[in-house]
């Protein structure tokens, strides 16, 4: 068995757009298609999307997962960043208060 590429399921010499009833990506011509690679494929599973994009009007779990963690990844940057400062600052002030003590 081997992986699908461009042309298991566009063919080659004979490329057609989808709304054309002979194209090899015609909803009609689907399970035929896959059944090629996938024997008994059915009506349910020929009604895969294809080639979605990510965005708001395409995959949209997918998209909102990309969003959630973008916006997480940027809080936990800044964190981190104010978390490192809020430490210096407080090691600086313990030293100086340390020093002061020791002067006489
Ligand atoms: C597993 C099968 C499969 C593979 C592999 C595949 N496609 Fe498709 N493609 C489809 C189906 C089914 C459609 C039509 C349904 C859709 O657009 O969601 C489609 C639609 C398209 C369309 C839009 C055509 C139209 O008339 O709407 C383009 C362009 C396209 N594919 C390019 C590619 C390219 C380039 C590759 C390889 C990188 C590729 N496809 C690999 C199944 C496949
Ligand atoms: C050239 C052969 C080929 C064609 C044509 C093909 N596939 Fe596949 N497909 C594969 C292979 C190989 C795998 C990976 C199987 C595995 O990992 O067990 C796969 C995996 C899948 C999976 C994931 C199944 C799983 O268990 O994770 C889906 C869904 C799928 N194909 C749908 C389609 C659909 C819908 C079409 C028709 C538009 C299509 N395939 C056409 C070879 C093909």
Redesign the pocket.
């Known amino acids: 068995?081997?992986?699908?590429n461009c042309a298991?399921?566009h063919g080659n010499h004979d490329v057609r757009p989808a709304s054309d009833p002979a194209s090899t990506?015609n909803p009609k011509n689907?399970e035929k298609?896959?059944g090629?690679?996938?024997p008994g494929?059915g009506k349910g599973?020929?009604s895969?999307k294809?080639h979605q994009a990510v965005s708001a009007t395409g995959a949209r779990g997918a998209w909102f997962v990309r969003l959630f963690y973008m916006g997480f990844i940027a809080v936990l940057v800044v964190g981190f960043v104010l978390h490192i400062g809020a430490e210096m600052y407080a090691g600086q002030r313990a030293g100086r208060s340390s020093a002061e003590q020791k002067t006489p």
Do not use: D, N, R, Y
């Open positions: 068995m081997k992986a699908a298991s399921c990506i689907l298609t896959c090629a690679c996938h494929a599973f020929a895969v294809f």
